[in-house]
């Protein structure tokens, strides 16, 4: 009984990672699809590489929780049994959230961009794609949203 309750504690683990959003420069959500965008050209003033923070859902804390309360029940018996499942949640529940915000944690970069308008932007995204100092970039911007492309 316990075994499958830590199977599904872990598969809810890996549905959390799998369910986590993107900031990639390159990634688009179905809403953005067929909308039009607005487009300026600049060149990379600097790029400077920063850490996304992970997400920090219920998700981690209960999954984390279970697992605590269902290890920690396991202790001893009667009332030192009930008294170590409420601690074991407690501690599943602070290491699960923790968890969680590291696991999703992620490299990005922040792209300061001369515009050839004038001006100076910084933009964050997702570091899946490499910018550098000198480079024509396209700034893609829709609703509150921007994107630097090459």
Known sequence: ?????????????????ACASSNSGSVYSR????????????????????????????IGTLAGGAV??????????????????????????????????VATRKDALEITVKLDGGGLLAVVQEADEAFSAGQRVRLIENGGTTRVSH
């Open 1 to 17: 009984m316990h075994i499958s309750r830590l199977i599904a504690v872990g598969l809810l683990s890996a549905f959390l990672a």
């Open 31 to 58: 809403e953005d699809a067929r909308k039009t965008q607005t487009v300026r050209t600049g060149t990379v003033e600097s790029v400077r590489q920063v850490k996304l923070e992970g997400t920090k859902s219920p």
């Open 68 to 101: 605590g309360g269902i290890a920690g029940s396991s202790v001893g018996g009667g009332k030192g049994s009930a008294i170590a499942t409420v601690i074991g949640a407690v501690v599943g529940g602070i290491a699960g959230s923790a968890a969680e915000e």
